[in-house]
């Protein structure tokens, strides 16, 4: 049990300390109560008030220069995410695949950082909607263009090879079953994609060209004309 008595200036003192109590008044359970501390919910915290007592020191250019900094990074992170979501949706408008798996006896790959291109630009009517003739089952590649970067990707030279070249055909799996196409000494280029889709393009330019195709981009009429009238007009 605690008890507290009371001293020749009136102070309440601890036996135990001979300590004045808070105020002069003994604190709950014989314990002094805590001084100099506001209550929850008083004055700021002293980080907050420091930071604000710095920010009112600075000069005029000072603070303007740190708001301009802020709102550049604030605008190259909105850009940065727009650009982002830009290139997500055209990503996902391509569909991908693989038309190099499975050749055999391709050239020798191109110099670190070169790359060439393929484009085929396919006259199929499939799936094209009206007003684009019909000609079911076909897909011929009325247009061939070879694209080569250089390492530097600051350089492009383009090729059009005429859909009506005669060339040699490499063996192919066929595009519409497991059937092997034959070769062909004297065959119309344009006819490749015919007979074994995207993969036999690449092996008859490569045969051709002696050159090592990286990619290829197949354009059908529907994807040319959404191109065009997302340029504006040719």
């Not at 600075?58 to 990074?73: H, M, N, Q, W």
């Not at 291109?117 to 247009?143: A, E, K």
Request: charged share 15%; proline share 6%; aromatic share 6%.
């Amino acid at each position: 049990m605690n008890e507290h008595w009371q001293g020749p200036a009136g102070n309440w003192r601890r036996p135990e300390t001979g300590r004045p109590a808070a105020g002069g008044r003994p604190a709950a359970g014989g314990r002094p109560a805590a001084r100099g501390r506001p209550a929850a919910g008083g004055q700021p915290a002293r980080g907050a008030r420091s930071w604000r007592a710095r920010w009112r020191r600075l000069s005029t250019g000072r603070k303007i220069g740190y708001c301009t900094a802020a709102a550049i990074t604030s605008l190259a992170v909105l850009l940065s995410l727009g650009a982002y979501g830009l290139y997500a949706r055209l990503d996902g408008n391509l569909t991908v695949i693989n038309p190099f798996a499975g050749l055999n006896h391709r050239p020798a790959a191109s110099a670190s950082g070169v790359l060439n291109i393929l484009v085929l630009g396919s006259q199929t009517r499939d799936g094209q909607g009206p007003g684009f003739g019909y000609d079911p089952g076909t897909n011929l590649s009325d247009n061939l263009i070879l694209v080569h970067l250089d390492a530097a990707h600051t350089h492009a030279t383009i090729v059009s090879i005429p859909r009506d070249t005669m060339v040699y055909e490499p063996a192919c799996k066929s595009r519409s079953s497991n059937a092997v196409v034959p070769a062909q000494q004297q065959a119309i280029i344009d006819g490749a994609m015919n007979l074994g889709g995207p993969t036999c393009a690449v092996a008859t330019v490569e045969h051709l060209t002696n050159i090592r195709m990286d990619h290829f981009v197949e354009f059908d009429f529907n994807s040319f004309r959404s191109m065009v009238d997302t340029l504006g007009g040719v």
